[in-house]
């Protein structure tokens, strides 16, 4: 994934590996059969699900619309279903645990233990903390060409000729991100597909901008020329996510490929043009290769909270700051040149 596209890949491997419909822990008979049972009756033994109160007519309570919660917060969607799933889940484990078995997963999920409302508290909170390492180094990028590096002296414009492209970038990194936190704090088809989408965004427009800056396109309608198949299609395939197919075998083959592509290029390039900041840049890389392994080597939650996943989310905190470093310095080294040829 090379420069730009550390973070890139690391979002988009987020979307590589999908969740699947059918585990082996939603498989079980016991579950399935405690789920039947807790949506039937609101209870699971001693235990009395609150989104499941049922009137002595056996009538849910919720099921009028003026005992339902209100819009703002059903976000949650913390239902009868999903409060069963979840207890009958952990019952299900604990049993497991007691029979020396391992966790197993439950429509495509871990057993991951909630805090609150959130579903991955771990993950969720390693996202914002991304979220928010993206924000910093933004806006840190656009203080040093604004304020710090020499401005065109006609147009007041930056000598840096990919200052849009890096700030869209931005903005489209912490939409991913923010969506991530989302997703990993309430897991349903929603959340899901923006979740995927915003990661599939991100990797597609870092691919853009990647091939831009590599082969140093600075003219408009060559840029257009670069852009728009790539545009195209990702905007094909977010679309066919969403309202055709969500097909996570084709989304992984998608983003493998925009994502392996750019890190070759990125690191090919830093080499051949003996980048000042091209060992920062491979660092990045490396970084970003390594912390693949975690989500291809997949483990159960420890102790309920950290898994590969979450680990996988950790590492890329430190490679957001590094690949944010890379950029500003590309930044002043360009200016640089610039300002050294105007003179």
């Not at 002595?56 to 339902?68: E, F, P, R």
């Not at 493998?256 to 660092?283: A, D, E, N």
Request: with cysteine; glycine share 6%.
């Amino acid at each position: 994934m090379g420069v730009g596209r550390w973070v890139s890949l690391l979002v988009a491997f987020g979307c590589l590996f999908g969740v699947l419909d059918a585990s082996a822990g939603d498989a079980d008979p016991l579950y399935r059969n405690c789920v039947l049972q807790c949506e039937k009756t609101g209870n699971i033994g001693d235990l009395s699900i609150q989104h499941c109160e049922f009137s002595s007519t056996d009538v849910a309570l919720n099921g009028s619309w003026y005992m339902q919660e209100p819009l703002y917060l059903q976000w949650k969607q913390l239902n009868c279903r999903s409060d069963c799933r979840y207890y009958c889940m952990m019952q299900s484990e604990y049993q497991r645990e007691k029979h020396g078995l391992g966790p197993a997963k439950y429509h495509g999920k871990w057993p991951f233990k909630r805090v609150f409302v959130f579903q991955e508290p771990l993950s969720a909170v390693l996202s914002a903390f991304n979220l928010l390492m993206h924000f910093i180094g933004w806006l840190t990028f656009f203080i040093l060409v604004s304020y710090k590096l020499p401005l065109r002296p006609q147009s007041r414009r930056t000598y840096y000729e990919y200052t849009g492209l890096w700030h869209i970038y931005g903005l489209l990194s912490m939409n991913a991100w923010y969506w991530s936190a989302i997703f990993h704090t309430r897991d349903f088809d929603l959340t899901e597909k923006l979740d995927y989408s915003s990661a599939v965004a991100v990797l597609g427009y870092s691919f853009i901008l990647s091939l831009l800056r590599i082969f140093n396109v600075k003219d408009e309608a060559s840029r257009v020329m670069f852009a728009a198949p790539i545009l195209a299609f990702v905007t094909t395939h977010i679309l066919y996510l969403n309202f055709y197919e969500m097909d996570y075998g084709w989304n992984m083959k998608v983003c493998l490929v925009m994502g392996v592509s750019q890190i070759l290029m990125w690191v090919i390039w830093g080499g051949v043009t003996r980048h000042p900041s091209r060992f920062k840049l491979w660092t990045a890389m490396l970084g970003c290769a390594l912390a693949m392994l975690l989500e291809i080597y997949d483990f159960p939650p420890f102790h309920g909270y950290v898994d590969a996943h979450a680990l996988w989310h950790a590492t890329t905190i430190p490679l957001t700051y590094l690949w944010w470093s890379f950029i500003k310095d590309d930044a002043k080294f360009r200016t640089s040149t610039l300002v050294k040829k105007v003179k």
